[in-house]
């Protein structure tokens, strides 16, 4: 008797793992003895061993010498009617082994079948995959777009920008030509400050040298004086001598 057992994983998709009692070429050999001996657990007496008293009666039979026509054809009979018997499940076991060869090829033919489809779902998976990434950058460029799109509309328009631009340009104009007035203006400061300078220190020279001849002109008047007085002193000095 087959005896298997089974135990069942814990994880989500693990296998199912199986422990049998005997390998599975034993398991060949036994099933096949079965079939051919049509031997039960639950039976009697074995179809083959049935069949082989049969035969043995009948052979047994034959091999008298008594005139026993009657009980030849009769265990004959009985014999032809076993083997029939025997052979009834034989028939049915073929059956079946070809039903299940057919529906191992179906079977086949429907995993080779499942594995392409599965492989044509993964290339398609793959595409779909390289499609959304597409479809996200295009999207996102869409996205750039009208966002850029709204900053402009948030922009005046160009007429008047134009005219804004117009009348930067004209104050800028105007600037830098009062820019130019201005170090013109500065320009002539400047020189004008130089010969005010100039001016300034000839006349301060020429104080300088008034100053200093009008100091040489009252030395000279002083010694002047400072001589009359001398000769004046003297001349008296004379005059009460004699």
């Not at 079939?35 to 039976?43: E, Q, S, V």
């Not at 020189?191 to 220190?201: A, E, G, P, W």
């Not at 008296?236 to 004699?242: G, H, K, N, W």
């Amino acid at each position: 008797m087959l005896v298997k057992g089974r135990k069942v994983g814990g994880g989500r998709g693990e296998e199912m793992a199986a422990h049998y009692a005997f390998s599975p070429l034993e398991d060949d050999v036994i099933i096949k003895h079965r079939l051919l001996t049509r031997t039960t657990t639950t039976r009697g007496e074995p179809p083959l061993k049935k069949l082989q008293k049969k035969f043995t009666s009948f052979a047994l039979e034959i091999d008298k010498d008594a005139d026993n026509y009657s009980d030849c054809e009769r265990l004959y009979k009985a014999f032809l009617q076993e083997m029939n018997t025997f052979e009834l499940p034989l028939l049915k076991s073929k059956a079946v082994i070809d039903a299940n060869l057919r529906e191992k090829e179906n079977f086949n033919e429907l995993q080779e079948d499942i594995r392409r489809q599965i492989l044509q779902a993964q290339d398609d998976i793959e595409d779909l995959k390289k499609q959304l990434e597409e479809s996200k950058i295009e999207r996102q460029h869409k996205e750039e777009c009208e966002a850029i799109r709204r900053l402009i509309a948030l922009q005046p328009p160009r007429s008047e920008t134009q005219k804004i631009i117009s009348d930067l340009e004209k104050e800028i104009a105007a600037l830098e030509a009062e820019n130019t007035a201005g170090s013109r203006t500065l320009e002539l400061r400047k020189k004008q400050f130089s010969l005010l300078l100039h001016v300034v220190d000839e006349l301060q020279n020429t104080i300088e040298e008034e100053q200093k001849s009008l100091a040489e002109e009252v030395r000279i008047s002083m010694e002047e004086h400072k001589n009359s007085m001398e000769d004046a002193f003297g001349g008296s000095e004379a005059m009460a001598v004699d």
